[in-house]
């Protein structure tokens, strides 16, 4: 059984004293919550990690801590980049890797995505990596064959041990911030594909681990039914993760399938 990950994607989002805020609040919300049913992860931006860190330690939360890019050196000269042994050295578990604002804006490749992935399964961090087709992808009726390749040259040369760790996060980029989100079977047609492109990558044991999130507009409303699907297991979440009563709520209505 796939234990589901709700996500937290705050983007450029909160200073390190909103993020201290928050997660008192998200504390407060899901204090009765059962961590081992469905598993809750914050994703702030680097200035916040060290905050959030010793928050949840602290105060003996049981949300798990997520960056939201990294370098796929351990370090050099870099400037301005963060390495992996950084964000372990402040038990950061999750980094997503190749999310759709990074490859619009920040010139991420399927290669670069692919050097990360590596190297994140190098120290020991499992990668959220994204995939998702743009609208007009989606109008021409290449999602298909996008999402494979994003995937297969993602995960190329990660070995089969590491990949049933993976987490794959996909999102359609029409569906990113805009209130328009995939239909749940639309969306279970994708991951379904998804899961069985790891199959043919590596066996359906694998397959059947690796843990698959939609994202894109999700909010409390359409949680229940996107998480239903038999091969949707949570989802990253952006806008509806930065108030914490919203991103409880998420995480209620995220369905445990047994
Ligand atoms: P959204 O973002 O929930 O605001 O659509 C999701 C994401 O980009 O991960």
Known sequence: MRTPLIAGNWK???????AIHFLGQLGHEL?????GKVEVAVCPPFTALRSVQ???????QSFRLGAQDMH???EGAFTGEVSPLMLKALKVGYVIL???ERRQHFG?????VNKKVKAAF???????MCCGETEGEHEANETEAKVERQVREGLDGVKPD??????????PIWAIGTGKTATPDDAQRVCGLIRKVLGNLYDQNIADEVRIQYGGSVKSGNTEALTSQPDIDGALVGGASLEAAEFAAIVRATKVKG
């Open 162 to 171: 590491d990949a049933r760790n993976l987490v794959v996060a996909y999102e």
């Open 122 to 128: 190098a120290h020991d961090l499992v990668p959220i």
């Open 31 to 35: 204090g009765d919550h059962d961590h």
């Open 98 to 100: 190749g999310h759709s």
């Open 12 to 18: 450029m989002n909160k200073t390190h004293l909103d």
């Open 54 to 60: 010793t928050n949840i330690e602290d105060r003996r």
């Open 108 to 112: 991420e490749t399927d290669e670069s």
């Open 72 to 74: 796929w050196e351990a």
